[in-house]
């Protein structure tokens, strides 16, 4: 009995050791150099521990990475700045607190950066009142973005001043996912990737679904998911015993799914480009349809992330990163039916559409972030071309040189009846722009929404602000 119950013990602490290295591991990171910074530092460092979301990093990582490789960490410092500092000290989030003066009033803003995606993926800032205490104010905010039990906004004046009421500027949360229950379907038999496709092209028949488990990384040529004279054909691609990533031999699309079939990215997978490339990492065509869920990523492409010709693309979660072309959608080029419910399309770049050129079809958000992607002319998160419909989700902190630079507008139905648009004039910090690469902002060019020189949004527009237009008739808060 001694020895079944010691044998029980170890495997106990084993499976909360487990459980604790599960927690991607955090770091927290003060902008510039307020009075008390290292109280301020520890307090929310021990706020993160306190909510178990976390591992937390020595408190004062960044700190010593930054004084090893000489890297300011004060005066202008992005969040790809901080990025890196966080990769480098071993960290996989980390919590950057800012405050900051607009006309006499005092803000706060608090957001978590993703290491790998090298933008915001939770973020809150919020006015703090005269008398207010800014550790107080911090830990409702990062309780309410990782949805913990927090009580009324903390904030209240002192009883010598006026009181005022701390209203949230702009709030967005794109929590982590849980991967939905693993998707049933014949195992496809095969030692490395290239074997299993070759088994799905020989044996693949109709109204099936394929699952192609990937257990290691490997490096794939272009292919082409179609099978002449079969219908409703479901191929589902994941990641076996952690993430895996998936490169191209050459040149080309990575995947090219064709009419009567649905291709699903579903977890712990990777699909990374190439500079040089030549295709999109996903390439939808003909009545296809492509679908990503939580834990799937597509990133590193020179050549776009995902083209939608005609198909059908869902975007349950995951990530679309870091892709970008010399022409249009950086992210996601769309010439069909586009829907977005969850996920996070970031850090893209093009000349027009930074994150999504929408230019056929139509475009539905109810949820997920568009944020931190940039265009060289119009649309830094999304330039519509044709019938776009926002009602949910967040479009923040993205940027064009020429105009709209959360949205851009050129034709088709615009409405908006729900989600969040920021807008540089009421939220600087993480307000989306139009200004050049030296950082000069410009006026009058929609930095949350332009349509046209007399409709335009330029403050953020919140889940309460509707917005439509067909570019002729105009409703809603718009402004001149």
């Given at each position: 009995?001694?020895?079944?119950?010691?044998?029980?013990?170890?495997?106990?602490?084993?499976?909360?050791?487990?459980?604790?290295?599960?927690?991607?591991?955090?770091?927290?990171?003060?902008?510039?150099?307020?009075?008390?910074?290292?109280?301020?530092?520890?307090?929310?460092?021990?706020?993160?521990?306190?909510?178990?979301?976390?591992?937390?990093?020595?408190?004062?990582?960044?700190?010593?990475?930054?004084?090893?490789?000489?890297?300011?960490?004060?005066?202008?410092?992005?969040?790809?700045?901080?990025?890196?500092?966080?990769?480098?000290?071993?960290?996989?989030?980390?919590?950057?607190?800012?405050?900051?003066?607009?006309?006499?009033?005092?803000?706060?803003?608090?957001?978590?950066?993703?290491?790998?995606?090298?933008?915001?993926?939770?973020a809150d800032m919020t006015e703090l009142p005269k008398g207010g205490k800014i550790v107080e104010l911090i830990?409702?905010?990062?309780?309410?973005?990782?949805?913990?039990?927090?009580?009324?906004?903390?904030?209240?004046?002192?009883?010598?001043?006026?009181?005022?009421?701390?209203?949230?500027?702009?709030?967005?949360?794109?929590?982590?996912?849980?991967?939905?229950?693993?998707?049933?379907?014949?195992?496809?038999?095969?030692?490395?990737?290239?074997?299993?496709?070759?088994?799905?092209?020989?044996?693949?028949?109709?109204?099936?679904?394929?699952?192609?488990?990937?257990?290691?990384?490997?490096?794939?040529?272009?292919?082409?998911?179609?099978?002449?004279?079969?219908?409703?054909?479901?191929?589902?691609?994941?990641?076996?015993?952690?993430?895996?990533?998936?490169?191209?031999?050459?040149?080309?699309?990575?995947?090219?799914?064709?009419?009567?079939?649905?291709?699903?990215?579903?977890?712990?997978?990777?699909?990374?480009?190439?500079?040089?490339?030549?295709?999109?990492?996903?390439?939808?065509?003909?009545?296809?349809?492509?679908?990503?869920?939580?834990?799937?990523?597509?990133?590193?492409?020179?050549?776009?992330?995902?083209?939608?010709?005609?198909?059908?693309?869902?975007?349950?979660?995951?990530?679309?990163?870091?892709?970008?072309?010399?022409?249009?959608?950086?992210?996601?080029?769309?010439?069909?039916?586009?829907?977005?419910?969850?996920?996070?399309?970031?850090?893209?770049?093009?000349?027009?559409?930074?994150?999504?050129?929408?230019?056929?079809?139509?475009?539905?958000?109810?949820?997920?972030?568009?944020?931190?992607?940039?265009?060289?002319?119009?649309?830094?998160?999304?330039?519509?071309?044709?019938?776009?419909?926002?009602?949910?989700?967040?479009i923040v902190g993205n940027a064009a040189v020429n105009h709209g630079g959360g949205v851009c507008r050129t034709?088709?139905?615009?409405?908006?009846?729900?989600?969040?648009?920021?807008?540089?004039?009421?939220?600087?910090?993480?307000?989306?722009?139009?200004?050049?690469?030296?950082?000069?902002?410009?006026?009058?060019?929609?930095?949350?929404?332009?349509?046209?020189?007399?409709?335009?949004?330029?403050?953020?527009?919140?889940?309460?602000?509707?917005?439509?237009?067909?570019?002729?008739?105009?409703?809603?808060?718009?402004?001149?």
């Amino acid at each position: 009995m001694r020895t079944i119950s010691k044998i029980t013990l170890a495997i106990g602490i084993l499976c909360l050791l487990a459980f604790a290295q599960a927690k991607p591991k955090a770091a927290v990171y003060i902008m510039g150099n307020p009075e008390g910074r290292d109280a301020l530092r520890m307090a929310v460092n021990n706020f993160l521990i306190k909510s178990q979301k976390y591992q937390m990093i020595a408190v004062d990582a960044l700190d010593v990475v930054a004084k090893e490789q000489n890297r300011q960490n004060s005066g202008s410092v992005t969040d790809g700045d901080i990025a890196l500092l966080g990769r480098d000290a071993g960290a996989q989030y980390v919590c950057v607190v800012e405050r900051s003066e607009l006309d006499g009033i005092s803000y706060v803003a608090t957001r978590m950066v993703s290491v790998q995606s090298k933008v915001a993926e939770l973020a809150d800032m919020t006015e703090l009142p005269k008398g207010g205490k800014i550790v107080e104010l911090i830990e409702w905010q990062i309780g309410s973005m990782l949805g913990m039990p927090v009580g009324p906004r903390p904030g209240k004046a002192t009883a010598t001043a006026q009181a005022v009421s701390a209203q949230p500027v702009y709030t967005a949360q794109v929590q982590t996912q849980p991967a939905a229950p693993s998707i049933q379907g014949t195992v496809v038999p095969g030692a490395n990737l290239a074997e299993k496709l070759a088994w799905l092209q020989r044996s693949a028949d109709s109204h099936n679904t394929y699952i192609l488990d990937v257990n290691a990384d490997e490096t794939i040529a272009p292919t082409t998911f179609e099978y002449s004279g079969a219908i409703n054909i479901t191929i589902v691609l994941r990641g076996v015993g952690g993430n895996r990533t998936l490169r191209l031999k050459s040149h080309g699309n990575m995947f090219i799914v064709k009419k009567n079939v649905t291709f699903i990215l579903e977890h712990n997978i990777t699909l990374h480009g190439h500079n040089g490339n030549t295709g999109s990492m996903v390439y939808v065509v003909e009545s296809g349809e492509f679908k990503m869920n939580a834990g799937s990523t597509i990133t590193g492409n020179a050549h776009g992330g995902v083209y939608n010709y005609g198909g059908t693309f869902i975007m349950n979660g995951g990530t679309i990163s870091n892709n970008s072309t010399s022409d249009n959608g950086g992210g996601i080029y769309n010439r069909g039916t586009f829907t977005m419910s969850g996920g996070t399309i970031s850090g893209n770049n093009a000349s027009r559409g930074g994150g999504v050129y929408h230019y056929n079809g139509t475009f539905t958000m109810s949820g997920g972030t568009i944020s931190g992607n940039s265009a060289s002319d119009k649309g830094g998160g999304v330039l519509s071309d044709a019938a776009f419909a926002m009602r949910g989700g967040t479009i923040v902190g993205n940027a064009a040189v020429n105009h709209g630079g959360g949205v851009c507008r050129t034709s088709g139905d615009f409405t908006k009846t729900g989600g969040t648009i920021t807008g540089y004039n009421s939220d600087p910090t993480n307000g989306n722009a139009v200004k050049d690469e030296g950082g000069n902002v410009f006026a009058r060019r929609g930095h949350a929404v332009y349509v046209n020189d007399n409709t335009r949004k330029e403050t953020t527009a919140g889940p309460d602000a509707n917005l439509a237009t067909n570019g002729w008739t105009s409703t809603g808060a718009w402004e001149r």
